[in-house]
C-alpha cells in the first residue's frame, strides 16, 4: 500500500513563495516517479511538474516554468515543489502522485497513487 501526505500550502500574497513537500510511505520497495497536478473550482485537475526516480529527468507545464521547482530527497522519500512568484491564477489544491514503471508526463491516467491535496491561496 502507498500512501502520500502533502503539507506546505497556505495563504500567500501575488509575487511570493511557498515550498510545498509530499511524503511517499510505502510497504514495498520501488522506483517511483513523482508528480504535482492542482485543480481549482470548477476546472479539471492540470499537470503542474514531474520528475523521474532517478532525478535524472524533470517535465513541467509551461506556465510554471521559471518559476516553479521540483525535486526530491529519496532518502526521505519526499518530493517538493518550490513555487516563487506566484499568481493569483496558481490558486488551487496541489495533488501530489505517484507511478511506478511509468513515466513522467502530463496524463493524470499515468499515475497510480494520490494524495489528498493541499490547498494554496494567491491573492492579488
Known amino acids: 500500500q502507498v500512501q502520500l501526505v502533502e503539507s506546505g500550502g497556505g495563504l500567500v500574497q501575488a509575487g511570493g513563495s511557498l515550498r510545498l513537500s509530499c511524503v511517499l510511505s510505502?510497504?514495498?520497495?520501488?522506483?517511483?516517479?513523482m508528480a504535482w497536478f492542482r485543480q481549482a473550482p470548477g476546472k479539471e485537475r492540470e499537470f503542474v511538474a514531474a520528475?523521474?526516480?532517478?532525478?535524472?529527468?524533470?517535465n513541467y507545464r509551461d506556465s510554471v516554468k521559471g518559476r516553479f521547482t521540483i525535486s526530491r530527497d529519496n532518502a526521505k522519500n519526499t518530493v517538493y515543489l518550490r513555487m516563487n512568484d506566484l499568481k493569483p491564477e496558481d490558486t488551487a489544491v496541489y495533488y501530489c502522485a505517484a507511478n511506478v514503471w511509468g513515466g513522467i508526463g502530463a496524463d493524470p491516467h499515468e499515475y497510480r497513487y494520490w494524495g489528498q491535496g493541499t490547498q494554496v491561496t494567491v491573492s492579488s
Open positions: 520528475i523521474s526516480w532517478s532525478n535524472s529527468g524533470t
Open positions: 510505502a510497504r514495498a520497495l520501488g522506483n517511483y516517479n
